[in-house]
């Protein structure tokens, strides 16, 4: 590895690897990443192409409007949220005094960004940039080249404080409920002049600026030069900033600190080593692998924290803090994904949901934990899920009685209105009593405090969701041998069953009196987004919304060959409005396949379903079809909203060819590997191998399969099978096998 840096740092940042040095270089898993995969959207947000370490607290995104736009807003320092704007800008300059402002827009050209570089040439400005990150500090090199022009830099705190003194930066940023981003930045060359930008120049008398867009700026003479800076960021103080710089940072050579990071992003991403042909599936892959990495980040600095819990400083104990993950994405495949390559960090991750609990006045399990608290987005309490998978995985750092009571005030003191953290109201004591959220019929007012008028209820949405929260909750009650609450919030687990509608098949609203809501649009009811039923996509999608007891949904539906026939049906539904009409009512619900929606998390799991219905075939036929359509190595290569590791774990998982349906159940479900062989180090001298034989584009569907070297004739397996390490060969063919894989179903809620 040391050969591969090496020869990195010399011939720095080569579209290809292939002939540094003077030798071949076999390609590493980080030289297949490309960040820019999925930068233009086809809707609403892209991918950034975000550079920082695996789950380092530093993170900058280049800061432009969009990615065809062709503006850069000055260059980042840090962002503090996932795809939140930079706290603090630095604007390089060469020009008349007049052109001073607190963020400069540039032109630009010949961007180059790995995960761990970011290279830009400011082309207006004459001005190369070069930039490397550690974990709370970073470097830039910036090399000004026009003649006879004054050489500037400016430096900008959007909403605080900023202070110059010689060659060194100080600034503070609020971000929101009494939390504060701190900067410490300094030159490695001494400026001429340093000050507050007064009446279009710069005041030496003044060194610090406060308020909106606050920003200082450096004089450093009128001839071409290489200016080098480098600067660290902290949640805790200046001072602490600082240290963060002393401790990462010896020097200010950007090709050296690349270098390093190219290192650590080789061994993260190498915990899944993958074999087969084609470098594009590769780098499908390992892009979606490197997004998975970026949430939730580490903000420990020197054995301390800062916490937006309860607004004080704390010292870590030796375990790391971790923050910045919404839950409602992440719980389906990033932290079950997690569970597997990095066991540790998930138990520290889970800890530190906990200590956040401890922290809050209420007690409740965080939804949307950040840097500034918990915004409690979307709705329900998945967290939940997240402590029963990683506990029925064999996880065991983290005190599970304390998360007990966490979840369990989280979904029964805090009210399941979306978006809200406000304490239970009526809708939670109907819910409580009447198994069901009750809907509006069209046109009725809102009467309940606390819904949002553009979120709205959400009613199925929370009853279905809430319905697989119990059940994880019955899950961890029975763990810790409270034999009656696990009894109860069991039989809470199937209150989904009191919105199905039997004559058509759907989850349908009810109001408060029982009845459904009619007449009614399984495509369109439910206004913008369909949030007065269900929530981003429409009733095709929610249809399937019972991760934790598909066997029952199977039941439901009328048996095997009903369900299979109801899920063929929605892959070919008409989306039965112009895409124009369709999208301006469900703009989260694109990547369409008839009413499927790749592009949006409640959906991820409903390929695997025909695994449940006795056709696994096709499973592994449709996946297939989904990963080439949506997911390229292109700037339009993923569908919709990928939530930082919400989306891009349901790839890896895929590409590898399993996936965990329901996060909870320690069982995964077989699809069609894209590699001939995909290999997990599990941690302790453990791995597990997927070998597909004969694996291609054509050969997707499985013949038959051994397990451990044992045949295997069922279309999962557990956790247990594998903790230890182990094998699975599929033999793959490009015809089905209708009988392979259907000598028993997947595990659900109703068989265990």
């Known amino acids: 590895m ?19 040095c003077g030798e071949n270089v076999e390609k590493q898993p980080v030289d297949f990443v490309n960040p820019y995969m999925g930068n233009i ?68 050209d010949q961007e180059k960004l790995k995960p761990y570089y970011y290279e830009v040439y400011l082309d207006d400005q004459e001005t190369e ?33 900023m202070k110059v003194e010689g060659n060194k930066v100080r600034g503070v940023q609020n971000l929101g409920n009494n939390t504060r981003v701190y900067l410490y930045l300094e030159i490695e060359q001494m400026p001429l002049q340093a000050g507050r930008w007064k009446e279009n120049a710069i005041d030496g008398s003044s060194k610090v600026a406060q308020g909106r867009d606050a920003y200082v700026v450096l004089y450093y003479g009128d001839r071409p030069q290489t200016l080098n800076l480098r600067y660290g960021i902290s949640f805790i103080s200046e ?64 054995g301390r924290y800062f916490s937006a819990y309860d607004g004080q400083v704390h010292e870590d104990g030796g375990k790391p803090f ?64 997240t402590v029963i998978d990683a506990y029925r995985k064999g996880l065991r750092g983290f005190d599970l009685e304390k998360a007990y009571l966490a979840c369990k005030k989280g979904i029964e ?34 009467t309940v405090p606390n819904v949002g008028p553009f979120e709205k209820r959400q009613p199925i949405a929370v009853t279905l969701g809430t319905s697989y929260d119990q059940w994880c909750l019955s899950r961890i009650a029975e763990a810790l041998g409270k034999a009656e609450e696990a009894a109860y919030y069991l039989k809470c687990s199937y209150n989904y069953r009191n919105v199905f509608n039997a004559e ?101 799991h409903i390929p695997y379903l025909y695994n449940y219905a006795g056709q696994p075939w096709k499973t592994q036929k449709r996946i297939r079809a989904l990963l080439k359509q949506w997911f390229r190595n292109d700037l339009m290569g993923v569908p919709g909203d990928e939530d930082g590791g919400g989306m891009s774990a349901f790839v890896a998982f895929s590409m590898m060819g399993f996936y965990p349906v329901t996060p909870g159940m320690p069982a995964y479900i077989i699809g069609s590997p894209a590699f001939e062989r995909a290999t997990l180090d599990l941690g302790g001298g453990k791995y597990f191998e997927i070998e597909a034989v004969n694996c291609s ?56």
């Open 239 to 302: 001072e602490q900033a600082e240290k963060n710089v002393r401790r990462e940072l010896d020097d200010y050579n950007v090709e050296a600190l690349a270098g390093k990071g190219y290192d650590l992003w080789n061994e993260a991403l190498s915990k899944i080593k993958v074999e087969g042909k084609s470098e594009t599936d590769k780098t499908v892959f390992y892009t979606s692998l490197y997004r998975c990495f970026e949430r939730p980040v580490c903000i420990s600095e020197d």
């Open 413 to 446: 003191e805090k009210t399941l209105i979306p978006w809200s953290g406000a304490p239970a109201g009526w809708l939670d004591e109907f819910y409580k009593k009447n198994g069901y959220i009750p809907a509006l019929s069209p046109g009725e007012k809102e």
């Open 2 to 20: 040391n050969i591969v840096r090496n020869c990195l740092v010399s011939a720095l940042f080569l579209l290809s690897f292939g002939t540094v």
């Open 41 to 108: 959207s086809h809707l609403l947000v892209p991918t950034f192409p975000t550079v920082h370490l695996p789950h380092g607290m530093l993170r900058v995104i280049p800061e432009r409007g969009d990615y065809t736009g062709g503006l850069l807003h000055g260059l980042p320092l840090i962002v503090t949220s996932h795809r939140g704007r930079s706290a603090f800008n630095l604007s390089p300059y060469q020009g008349r005094s007049e052109g001073i402002a607190p963020v400069l827009s540039y032109s630009y």
């Open 322 to 385: 971790y923050t910045d993950d919404w839950l409602w994405d992440t719980y389906r495949a990033a932290h079950p994904l997690r569970v597997l390559i990095d066991p540790e960090r998930e138990t520290d991750i889970i800890r530190s949901f906990l200590t956040m609990t401890d922290q809050s006045k209420e007690g409740w399990m965080p939804t949307f934990p950040g840097v500034t608290g918990d915004s409690r987005g979307m709705n329900c309490n998945h967290g939940v899920a």
């Open 129 to 161: 940039v070069r930039y490397a990150p550690s974990h709370q500090s970073a470097i830039y090199r910036i090399k000004y080249t026009q003649s006879n022009m004054p050489v500037y830099l400016i430096l900008n705190s959007h909403d605080g404080e």
């Open 504 to 604: 058509t098949g759907f989850f349908h609203p009810k109001d408060k009196d029982g009845k459904f809501i009619e007449p009614f649009d399984y495509r369109f009811s439910g206004g913008m987004g369909a949030r007065d039923y269900y929530d981003e996509n429409n009733a095709w999608i929610y249809r399937w919304d019972v991760q934790h007891n598909i066997a029952d949904l199977v039941n439901l539906m009328g048996g095997k060959e009903a369900f299979v026939k109801n899920l063929d049906q929605m892959f070919v539904e008409p989306l039965g409005k112009s895409k124009y009409e369709f999208y301006a009512q469900l703009p989260d619900h694109t990547g369409n396949v008839g009413q499927f929606s790749m592009a949006n998390e409640p959906s991820l």
């Open 697 to 752: 584009d054509e050969n997707k569907y499985i013949q038959s399969a051994t397990l451990n070297g044992r045949n295997w004739d069922k279309s999962w397996f557990s956790h247990d099978d594998i903790k230890a390490g182990g094998k699975l060969v599929l033999l793959m063919g490009n015809r089905p096998n209708r009988n392979w894989g259907i000598a028993s179903p997947p595990p659900s809620a109703a068989q265990e």
